[in-house]
T-cell receptor, first 113, second 116 residues
Framework: QQQVKQSPQSLIVQKGGISIINCAYE??????FPWYQQFPGKGPALLIA?????SEKKEGRFTISFNKSAKQFSLHIMDSQPGDSATYFC????????????FGRGTQLTVWP | GAGVSQSPSNKVTEKGKDVELRCDPI?????LYWYRQSLGQGLEFLIY??????PDKSGLPSDRFSAERTGGSVSTLTIQRTQQEDSAVYLC????WGQGAHQPQHFGDGTRLSIL
């Protein structure tokens, strides 16, 4: 079954707005949560990642919020730009699986100028 | 520096044929992963290599799928007797090995496989 559930499937945001993508997981053994950005015809590229010992991590306009008790984490893109239009994947892994990533199904983000 | 290189970028073949997909990881990356991305789906794990050995093959969907890695570098994923449901983008990723610490996985641009 899907170990990481992602929503929404698609998202349309006005330029300058905030994009929010949510993920949830069940396996409490997960200890690493990366987000990947993928443009058409390209492979996914790591955007930002968080471990469960922190509740928030910010890199530029991208922020991960992590709620360990709810087993949820989210990506916030501040001041969204048309160049941010891409598919975003959340993922999770645990050390015992030697780095294997469990991915959500992706969110297609469109930012209108 | 060079990223993960995959070839061919596109492959069209007839049902029942065998195909080989190649991955050339980032130099010095000892960990190598294969994933499959189908339309509308997330990335599905296939197999993981540490050096030349594959401690996790649990994601291979059937015995028609196999993979090897030689010299701790290039890897090939082979699909025998291809079926239409094998049509997907096959992605390879590599990373440093951090002795249990999570290292970022760097992806290639994939091989788009189409089975007619």
């Amino acid at each position: 079954q899907q170990q990481v559930k992602q929503s929404p499937q698609s998202l349309i945001v006005q330029k300058g707005g905030i994009s929010i993508i949510n993920c949830a997981y069940e396996n409490t053994a997960f200890d690493y949560f990366p987000w990947y950005q993928q443009f058409p015809g390209k492979g996914p590229a790591l955007l930002i990642a968080i471990r469960p010992d922190v509740s928030e991590k910010k890199e530029g306009r991208f922020t991960i919020s992590f709620n360990k008790s709810a087993k949820q984490f989210s990506l916030h893109i501040m001041d969204s730009q048309p160049g941010d239009s891409a598919t975003y994947f959340c993922a999770a892994s645990r050390g015992s699986t030697l780095g294997r990533l469990y991915f959500g199904r992706g969110t297609q983000l469109t930012v209108w100028p | 520096g060079a990223g993960v290189s995959q070839s061919p970028s596109n492959k069209v073949t007839e049902k029942g044929k065998d195909v080989e997909l190649r991955c050339d990881p980032i130099s010095g990356h000892t960990a190598l992963y294969w994933y499959r991305q189908s339309l509308g789906q997330g990335l599905e794990f296939l197999i993981y290599f540490q050096g030349n050995s594959a401690p996790d093959k649990s994601g291979l969907p059937s015995d028609r799928f196999s993979a090897e890695r030689t010299g701790g570098s290039v890897s090939t994923l082979t699909i025998q007797r291809t079926q239409q449901e094998d049509s997907a983008v096959y992605l390879c990723a590599s990373s440093l090995w951090g002795q249990g610490a999570h290292q970022p996985q760097h992806f290639g641009d994939g091989t788009r496989l189409s089975i007619l």
